[in-house]
């Protein structure tokens, strides 16, 4: 049974492009939720989302930063008009339901901004 | 929001030894979960034990157990008999049981085991 997959692990852009992390949840997990570590930093709540919905986008930023888990393929993390301040480990994890809260991480992407 | 501290950047044990990594944190609520979380060098965020807040008895999983004082605010985790193996960034996290898919976390201690 494969765990949380994320893909890629490492992704370079330069100041202004764009950046897609793709997260792929446990078999049988329709709850996918994205959190990112900056530096020196503890991992810092951004969107929760069910399949073709956002539920909760409270912790992310207000531009550039856009969320989707369709009904078919990978939850889409897309960040436009990338920043240095956006060099950071983007975590996604997963749960089964919403009344199971165990959350499974996958091992991250880490964007570098040059 | 929960704010979740951990006073300690870096711990370091030698091996077969005990370490003892702090964590408080700041709540209004009455119902909660805490947890540790282990990040080794391949950052895989793996969970190492989780405390119920209603429930008194301190978790212990294998060689990791938790001193839990609720009227405290204060949550410490112990690694006994550590292992090469422990060496990782823990990371402390706040859940409420009301907004129960948001984790707080604090800055993360580094541990390194001594051979």
């Known amino acids: 049974n494969a765990g949380v997959m994320q893909n890629p692990r490492h992704l370079v852009r330069r100041r202004g492009q764009e950046a897609r992390l793709r997260c792929s949840p446990m078999?049988?997990?329709?709850?996918v939720y994205w959190y990112r570590q900056l530096p020196e930093e503890g991992l810092k709540f951004m969107v929760y989302?069910?399949?073709?919905?956002?539920?909760?986008e409270s912790g992310m930023p207000k531009e550039r930063f856009s969320a989707e888990f369709p009904k078919e393929g990978p939850s889409i993390l897309r960040i436009q008009q990338v920043v240095r301040g956006d060099s950071a480990a983007y975590f996604c994890?997963?749960?089964?339901?919403?009344?199971?809260?165990?959350?499974?991480f996958g091992e991250g992407s880490r964007l570098t901004v040059l | 929001a929960q704010t979740v501290t951990q006073s300690q950047p870096e711990m370091s044990v030698q091996e077969a030894e005990t370490v003892t990594l702090s964590c408080t944190y700041d709540?209004?609520?009455?119902?909660?979960?805490l947890f540790w979380y282990k990040q080794p060098p391949s950052r895989q965020m793996i969970l190492v034990i989780r405390?119920?807040?209603?429930?008194?008895q301190n978790a212990t999983e294998n060689r990791f157990s938790v001193n839990f004082q609720k009227a405290a605010k204060s949550f410490s985790l112990k690694i006994s008999d550590s292992q090469l193996g422990d060496a990782a960034m823990y990371f402390c996290?706040?859940?409420?049981?009301?907004?129960?898919?948001?984790?707080?976390f604090g800055a993360g201690t580094t541990v390194t085991v001594r051979a």
């Open positions: 994890a997963s749960s089964p339901r919403a009344a199971q809260r165990e959350l499974f």
């Open positions: 078999k049988g997990h329709s709850h």
């Open positions: 989302l069910q399949k073709e919905n956002i539920i909760d």
């Open positions: 709540t209004s609520e009455s119902d909660y979960y």
């Open positions: 405390q119920e807040a209603y429930k008194q």
């Open positions: 996290a706040y859940r409420s049981s009301s907004n129960d898919y948001k984790l707080s």
